[in-house]
């Protein structure tokens, strides 16, 4: 069973950075986390959850929504099962709780996801 844990959320200030880290294990058969789509999602109360950057296990042209273009970027490192999310200049309309995810992305954010982290809360407040 695949297991997703998300770290590095915190309460940050207005234009601060931060990293996001999920680490993947329990993929069956000796596969890594090269052989799956992945991406990164946020919810807000009241809210649906929101696809802010994902990537196909071939990692080409992840795709971010406008409100976090150029400020996102989804990264992985499939020798450490680990995915990360670097957030830049970050916002108060960032705060939200963060889950990461993998399994089959269809297109954009799309896609086939049974397995979530339990999430990690980011607050952008001054």
């Known amino acids: 069973q695949v297991q997703l844990m998300e770290s590095g959320g915190g309460l940050v200030h207005p234009g601060d950075s931060l990293r996001l880290t999920c680490t993947a294990s329990?993929?069956?058969?000796?596969?890594?986390?090269?052989?799956?789509?992945a991406g990164w999602f946020r919810q807000v109360p009241g809210k649906e959850r929101e696809g802010i950057a994902c990537?196909?296990?071939?990692?080409?042209?992840?795709y971010y929504p406008a409100s976090v273009k150029g400020r996102f970027t989804i990264s992985r490192d499939s020798a450490k099962n680990t995915m990360y999310l670097q957030m830049n200049n970050l916002k108060p309309e960032d705060t939200a709780i963060y889950y990461c995810?993998?399994?089959?992305?269809?297109?954009?954010?799309?896609?086939?996801?049974?397995?979530w982290g339990q999430g990690t809360q980011v607050t952008v407040s001054s």
């Open positions: 995810t993998v399994g089959n992305l269809y297109r954009h954010c799309e896609g086939d996801f049974r397995n």
């Open positions: 990537m196909s296990e071939g990692d080409d042209q992840p």
């Open positions: 329990g993929f069956p058969g000796g596969l890594t986390l090269n052989y799956y789509g």
